[in-house]
């Protein structure tokens, strides 16, 4: 026999593991405990357009989006008829290249990605920029000068001396105008970074907007200090980005490069999609995997649609299981046969609770007249069963066949009841009748119904089926609390009927003067003892003695002997 310490070292295992486990699908694949959570999905697609310069080959290459925070890649696929397309790696930026020999005309080209949302992702392939020489010629260099003086006495770190920069900028609006003759806003603010040697960049960023075309890309400025970096607004010097914002060409390449054509033009489409949280977590998976990257997902959306139906109702059965030994060994309450309720209940969820509850009692109130005429035929155990067997297809037949000619579609779904679990449960009922009778039959029958109601509300939810599906870790915690409960053995709930007389009693019954309920006085001699230990010996000594009513009993008894035998039986 297993010690009670193994037993509960094992249990406890079982129900750790289970919450482990679930607590570990829920942070790397982001599975809710809750259904209904969505993610957002952003469709993008670049299109790039240009004319050949001639009949010779032609090659483009554009910068592509990289690993960054707040957005995980799901996919990437590219469209150009008659090209060859290959990604690479250049200069730490990731490009997409199209290769043709013979271009004619006005040559279309098309880059899509999908981008998952993600609060999670902050890894980013950016990286420090080295701060070049700035050679500015006069009176450019003064303005410069001026302003970085400025902004410089007024900045603790290179991110506010890039806000006091923007500042600068819009205060003076003669520099402004000057510097603004030779440089584009973000030129101008990142020749101003690199000539205080501070790193920084132009990014180019793409705003998202559900169903937008024609899109171009924004700039903006990576100011860095060390490996940390922030990006600012040129204009209005704002901090961060934005949610919906998308780093395109984080690197500072060459974002379009059109070898052998002209006129080159990039436009962007966005669209936006929304996915449930399970699916946006397998589809991170399965870019893993397909990245060759090591994870491993518990997911049981990760086999064929066949077995995910299939699943889908085997892994509610241990909430029906749960629910049965919970309502038995706990609650007390009887049934027909020991996981009957469970199959019936799994049949509800196929029927509708209302259908499967009249074809329930239809099936069994039918079965059980003709069992009754088969006991009569004093048949052997094997035959019996089988008849009953046939009877109740028969039965189901007939049911299924007379609603649908009525128009009554939904009787077709008592097919889905367990033909043999109910011929069992007819047979078993029907020998019950004979030896206990009838009361005991609408009791373990009414039980049984009781039973796989409950567990059909149970298996029902939306909210058990999402974790049951999406947690295989529920599992664990289940068998752990089963093997739990298969331990106890207390009372059952309706098993404490019994004591009702007793309590009744006691709180009935009054000490000597009749005043007082015994209760009242057992919880009041309670309280004395507890406050004063020594009153047990004070009540031990003032009550009687039980040895100085022995001699009396036994003289008394020996006169009585003596009065009823006479002197010659001494």
Known sequence: MVSRGVFYLVTAVLFVAGLLLMAYQHVTFEIPFLPGEQRTVWQVEAKVEFEPTGSGPATVDLVIPDVQPGFFQLSQTTASIGYGATYLQRQHSSYVEWTKRNPVGLQSLYYRGEFLADNNAQDSAMIVPNTPEVVIEEPYATAIG?????????????????????????????????????????????????YAKIPARIVDVLDLEDGRRNRTLIQRIAVFEG???????????????????????????????????????????????????????????????????????????????????????????????????????????????????????????????????????????????????????????????SAVIIVVIAIIGGISLFTYKIGLTEGIKVTFFPMIIL???????????????????????????????CAFIAMDSLIIQHLTFNFLGLQLVILALVLIMGNYTGFRLSELKRFKPLVDQISANRNGDETE??????????????????????????????????????TAEAQSRADVDGPGKE
């Open 517 to 554: 309920p015994e209760y009242v006085r057992l919880k009041r001699e309670l309280n004395t003892l507890k406050s004063n230990p020594r009153a047990f010996d004070q009540l031990s000594d003032s009550s009687p003695k039980p040895t100085s009513l022995a001699p009396t009993t036994g």
């Open 146 to 194: 001026a302003i970085v003086t400025s902004a410089r006495e007024r900045s603790s770190d290179p991110f506010s001396f890039t806000v006091q920069v923007i500042d600068e900028l819009e205060r003076q609006s003669e520099i402004r105008t000057l510097l603004s003759q030779n440089f584009s806003r973000p030129e101008l603010i990142l020749n101003i970074l690199h």
């Open 227 to 385: 490996t940390h970096y922030e990006i600012f607004d040129p204009v209005t010097g704002t901090s961060g980005m934005r949610p919906n914002q998308l780093i395109w060409n984080a690197n500072g390449g060459s974002l379009l490069d059109v070898q052998g054509g002209k006129n080159g033009r990039l436009s962007f489409t966005t669209i936006k999609s929304s996915v449930p949280v399970a699916q946006a977590g397998l589809l991170k998976v399965m870019t893993e995997q397909a990245q060759g990257n090591d994870v491993i997902s518990f997911s049981i959306e990760s086999l064929p649609l066949e077995e995910q139906s299939l699943f889908k109702g085997i892994l509610l059965l241990p909430i029906g299981v749960i629910i049965v030994v919970f309502l038995r060994v706990i609650i007390g309450i009887k049934t027909s046969g020991t996981f009957m309720p469970v199959l019936i209940a799994m049949s509800f969820l196929q029927t509708s609770l209302l259908v499967g509850l009249i074809g329930f009692v239809s099936i069994v109130c039918i079965g059980l007249v003709v069992r009754s005429w088969l006991s009569h035929l004093n048949l052997l155990l094997v035959a019996r069963i």
């Open 423 to 453: 011929s069992w449960t007819i047979e078993r009922m029907s020998i019950l009748w004979e030896e206990e009778g009838y009361k005991e039959v609408l009791k373990q029958g009414g039980g049984s119904l009781f039973v796989a109601i």
